[in-house]
């Protein structure tokens, strides 16, 4: 094992934290599943910084990175909503999101070409505010009880930076593939 390797190997790691994470939420061990949880963002923390700082980025990372926090978040929204903790119609945008910048990560691959893009700065904000929402639900029911209007103020926010970032998402890659497609067009004329 090379040290280069080590920001996949805590990625690696992350993803096998979803299990236990999910387990503790299942048994009412909110205790066990924030302990955890925070272990994973602190894991996602740690790799990114070794990645960058140290010039480690690798193609498998940039995949198994993501995929380490969607598996997170998105079993995370689905057993939380199940449990009744979150609000299904919450759970099936945060899903729905994902499902579309997924498809049209695809359909944009297949099409034309991978997206060579930064991720979107609401797309950033949205996914800290997802999982900011999953860290306090855990903690007001595995240790200290929280005002019901934070959590509902927080489920709105979050439920509007979902649907913003979807579809600006949309957006910008129908935006870009439109152009794209036009000066290819063009081209062939």
């Known amino acids: ?18 299990y236990p994470v999910i ?11 924030l302990t955890l949880f925070v272990i994973a963002g602190v894991s996602d923390a740690l790799d990114g910084f070794l990645a960058k ?48 910048i997924f498809t049209g990560a695809v359909l944009y691959y ?4 991978p997206f060579e893009g930064q991720p979107l700065l609401i ?4 996914t800290l505010l997802q999982l900011f929402l999953v860290f306090i639900i855990l903690l007001h029911h595995g240790f200290v009880s929280l005002p019901a209007s934070l959590i509902t103020g927080l489920t709105a926010i979050v439920f509007l930076t979902t649907l913003v970032s979807g579809a600006m998402y949309v957006y910008v890659w129908g ?12 081209r062939n004329d």
């Open 53 to 100: 700082h140290f010039h480690w980025q690798s193609r498998l990372g940039s995949y198994i990175d993501p995929l380490a926090d969607k598996l997170l978040l998105v079993s995370s929204y689905i057993v939380l909503s199940f449990m009744g903790l979150l609000p299904f119609w919450l759970m099936a945008t945060v899903v729905l999101r994902d499902l579309v």
């Open 1 to 18: 094992m090379k040290a280069r390797h080590i920001p996949n190997i805590i990625s690696v790691c992350r993803i096998l934290l979803v």
């Open 123 to 126: 797309s950033k904000v949205n």
């Open 23 to 33: 387990s503790s939420m299942l048994e009412k061990r909110f205790d066990w599943a």
């Open 110 to 113: 297949f099409l034309l070409r």
């Open 175 to 186: 935006s870009s593939y439109y152009r794209e497609t036009r000066v290819f067009g063009m």
